[in-house]
């Protein structure tokens, strides 16, 4: 019998006759379980609410566990030399892969071909210097030139989609996400400065205006508001179905390349920019989305994002497997589209019934010592809110 001590559990190869790496009988996937053993590779929110969820307890380096939210080095250093039990989860699926660096590095814009000539011969270093320079992968897009925006200023989306399986496709979509706002009026005359350009918190937060405590995000209620009352609810309701289609088609077009693995679940990051006529264009899919918050509020979206994706998961075993809303995730592909539970018909494409998604749509209940649920006030006091403008007016 071999053991990797990396992963806390048996290695592949031999299987034990008289244990088995957990220390206890093999049980039925869907059999409760009141006790969950945890590794987290993060220091952020997840390790906050992995800390805080009941009857879950975390093991040390070498210890044995049941469910890891690792980092993708471990995962590539380690997923095919380990064995796991029926039950035991990982937060990547096992070809994980990313073709780009996170929170906007690496990136510009060019006007001309020539530019990436120029881009390209590093500055005017030998031939030898050059070779010597790790070969990086590069993703070129064409820059939307006529974005969307609200107050002069650019923003994108953050839209956060939990796959729980790839073959068959199921797919369940988060009511909430944020829209992430640059700290500077949108102009095509600098191509150079990223805090027009690029909206990331890590790159807008160094920008010598930033207010940290304003910052520069609006809930994607408050945004879906906004869009409502400026263009109606038949061309929002619209533009979010062409939102849930960029989810769908995303996923399936690289269905036949992810190693399906009962064992994995993912957490996407989408970040998707609108342009002035209200088309959402896929700017990129993160399969490690940032779990750092840069606000309370921020913090606290992300810590009911990470424990309704647990809710998801179920490592106790209490969901029946025919749920269609576990917490603020809606199940919106299964093998096959969903339609809402209430068989409300689509009045876009008639005859149609609604998917079961309800991305930035107000929760039905409200309290009011919640700020998260007092969208509504904070949106129409918003400095960039149409009415919030008038009401200064009428005071003035």
């Known amino acids: 019998m071999r053991w990797s001590p990396a992963a806390g559990s048996m290695s592949r190869g031999k299987v034990a006759t ?8 093999r049980q039925k996937e869907r059999e409760p379980r009141s006790c969950i053993r945890y590794k987290c590779g993060l220091l952020n929110t997840i390790a906050d609410v992995l800390r805080q969820r009941p009857g879950w307890t975390e093991v040390k380096e070498d210890g044995e566990w049941d469910f890891y939210w690792c980092d993708v080095g471990w995962l590539r250093e380690n997923f095919d030399h380990i064995y796991m039990e029926e039950h035991v989860r990982i937060c990547h699926f096992r070809n994980h ?26 500055g005017g270093r030998s031939d030898e210097q050059r070779d010597e320079i ?20 650019k923003f994108d989306l953050r839209v956060y989609v939990l796959v729980t399986s790839y073959t068959p496709l199921r797919a369940w979509l988060y009511r909430d996400g944020f829209a992430r706002f640059s700290n500077t009026r949108f102009t095509l005359s600098s191509i150079d400065d990223q805090y027009i350009h690029l909206t990331n918190v890590a790159i807008q937060k160094t920008a010598p205006d930033y207010d940290p405590e304003k910052g520069c995000k609006w809930m ?30 995303s996923l399936q077009s690289v269905q ?8 994995c679940f993912e957490l996407y990051g989408y970040d998707i920019l609108l342009d002035e006529d209200l088309k959402p264009w896929l700017l990129e899919v993160n399969a490690s989305p940032s779990l750092t918050a840069s ?4 913090y606290d979206l992300k810590c009911r994002l990470l424990e309704d994706t647990l809710h998801v998961v179920d490592m106790e075993g209490r969901l029946t497997g025919k749920e269609r809303r576990v ?26 019934l609604m998917a079961n998604t309800h991305l930035g749509e107000r929760r039905p209940v409200l309290t009011a010592c919640s700020p998260y649920h007092c969208l509504g006030a904070h949106l129409l006091t918003h400095p960039l809110h149409p009415q919030a403008a008038s009401m200064t007016e009428r005071r003035t």
Do not use: C
């Not at 917490?327 to 149609?352: K, T």
């Open 295 to 298: 606000s309370q509020e921020d």
């Open 220 to 249: 994607i209620q408050q945004l879906r508001q906004y869009l409502t009352a400026k263009h109606g609810p038949v061309a929002v309701e619209t533009l979010f179905q062409n939102i849930d289609n960029i989810f769908i088609k």
């Open 327 to 352: 917490g603020g995730f809606d199940l919106m592909w299964n093998d096959g589209p969903v339609s809402r539970d209430d068989g409300q018909l689509d009045g876009i494409s008639s005859g149609n």
């Open 18 to 25: 008289n244990r088995n790496p957990y220390g206890y009988q």
């Open 256 to 263: 036949k390349i992810i190693i399906n693995d009962k064992h």
């Open 134 to 153: 790790p070969v990086e992968n590069y993703v070129a897009q064409r820059y939307i030139e006529n974005p969307y925006l609200i107050g002069g200023r």
């Open 97 to 122: 892969y990313e073709v780009a660096r996170s929170q906007g590095k690496g990136i510009f814009l060019f006007r001309k071909l020539k530019d990436i000539i120029d881009w390209r011969k590093d």
